[in-house]
């Protein structure tokens, strides 16, 4: 009996000496991600180059910043596009003629990730 006692004591110690506790308490990881945020300025969208190659608006050659506007032909707001140094960022809001509205969230953050609609994070290269 005291035999049988001291095999099973045994085998419950080289079982245990093998393995982490997995009672272990895992410390959370915190990471503070800082929203880009577009200067305010305004352009009519029709002054601004697009190339679709690479997903760029500039104007003048240079990379955009702010928000490029396009109208219906009665002078209201048709589309208002936020871009940060040439690509989209924030959100797209488009108005229906009925004056509802349409926002389709892009934001490309610091650490480079891209947030889309539904908070999918996807990898973003410049």
Not at 24 to 32: D, G, L, M, R
Not at 37 to 64: C, E, H, M
Not at 93 to 98: I, K
Not at 117 to 122: A, Y
Request: hydrophobic share 35%; aromatic share 10%.
């Amino acid at each position: 009996m005291i035999r049988n006692l001291i095999f099973i004591l045994l085998i419950l110690l080289i079982a245990s000496c093998g393995e982490e506790s997995k009672t272990a308490i895992k410390t959370p990881v915190t990471e503070t991600i800082s929203l880009l945020q577009v200067p305010a300025n305004t352009i009519d969208k029709s002054r601004l180059n697009y190339d679709n190659k690479v997903s760029l608006w500039t104007l003048d050659g240079k990379k955009f910043s702010g928000y490029a506007l396009s109208y219906f032909p009665d002078s209201t707001l048709k589309q208002k596009i936020g871009i940060l140094n040439g690509k989209k960022q924030n959100e797209t809001t488009d108005w229906y003629p009925d004056g509802r509205t349409n926002i389709r969230p892009f934001t490309i953050w610091e650490n480079c990730m891209v947030k889309r609609k539904h908070g999918l994070l996807v990898p973003h290269t410049f």
